[in-house]
T-cell receptor
Framework: GESVGLHLPTLSVQEGDNSIINCAYS??????FIWYKQESGKGPQFIID?????DKRQGQRVTVLLNKTVKHLSLQIAATQPGDSAVYFC???????????FGGGTRLMVKP | DTEVTQTPKHLVMGMTNKKSLKCEQH?????MYWYKQKAKKPPELMFV???????INESVPSRFSPECPNSSLLNLHLHALQPEDSALYLC????????????FGEGSWLTVV
């Protein structure tokens, strides 16, 4: 079936550097994408979302880029901080209902 | 802080026990969800309620029984579970319709012994 996947299971970055987390999706009918951050022992926390009619969306220190041509989604975190250490999930939502499909997750580790 | 509240945070139950997980939201959302998450895995959808009616059941075993008493509450009744059902159970809610952000609670950690 359709799936959402991630390229790298673990990403280690130096504090202060920028982080880029990638995600590939396969359902071309999906029109809404979300990035979640999940810290140890907690539920997924909404970070930023983007609709398919956009290529880029910026938040506070985070930017999501969407390339529909190659079905690729990325999350950029500027000036990565220790508090950014977590597992990051991309998720897609189709237009057929309320179902959210998650990617496999990337663990971000920030080195001091 | 999440506005979706789940209780209990931790639950240990035997395979013959009957227990329930509870979820509450006061954001006026009309869609509510149960997800199951195993360690180092993404959340997996179990059930979706839309306007207090069950709209999606992702082939979940009958030992899991969801209930939506009203638009703010969602329960998951557990009976005769297996050790492999041990996981983090996440409740979530959203406005009705595609393209609306789903907000998660902190989850209930379930251990079946």
């Amino acid at each position: 079936g359709e799936s959402v996947g991630l390229h790298l299971p673990t990403l280690s970055v130096q504090e202060g550097d920028n982080s880029i987390i990638n995600c590939a999706y396969s359902n071309s009918a999906s029109d809404y994408f979300i990035w979640y951050k999940q810290e140890s022992g907690k539920g997924p926390q909404f970070i930023i979302d983007i609709r398919s009619n956009m290529d880029k969306r910026q938040g506070q220190r985070v930017t999501v880029l969407l390339n529909k041509t190659v079905k690729h989604l990325s999350l950029q975190i500027a000036a990565t901080q220790p508090g950014d250490s977590a597992v990051y999930f991309c998720a897609e939502r189709g237009d057929a209902g309320n179902m959210l499909t998650f990617g496999g997750g990337t663990r971000l580790m920030v080195k001091p | 802080d999440t506005e979706v509240t789940q209780t209990p945070k931790h639950l240990v139950m035997g395979m013959t026990n009957k227990k329930s997980l509870k979820c509450e939201q006061h954001m006026g959302h009309r869609a509510m969800y149960w997800y199951k998450q195993k360690a180092k895995k993404p959340p997996e959808l179990m059930f979706v309620y839309s306007y207090e009616k069950l709209s999606i059941n992702e082939s979940v075993p009958s030992r899991f029984s969801p209930e939506c008493p009203n638009s703010s509450l969602l329960n998951l009744h557990l009976h005769a579970l297996q050790p492999e059902d041990s996981a983090l159970y996440l409740c979530a809610s959203s406005q009705r319709g595609a393209g609306n952000t789903i907000y998660f609670g902190e989850g209930s950690w379930l251990t079946v012994v």
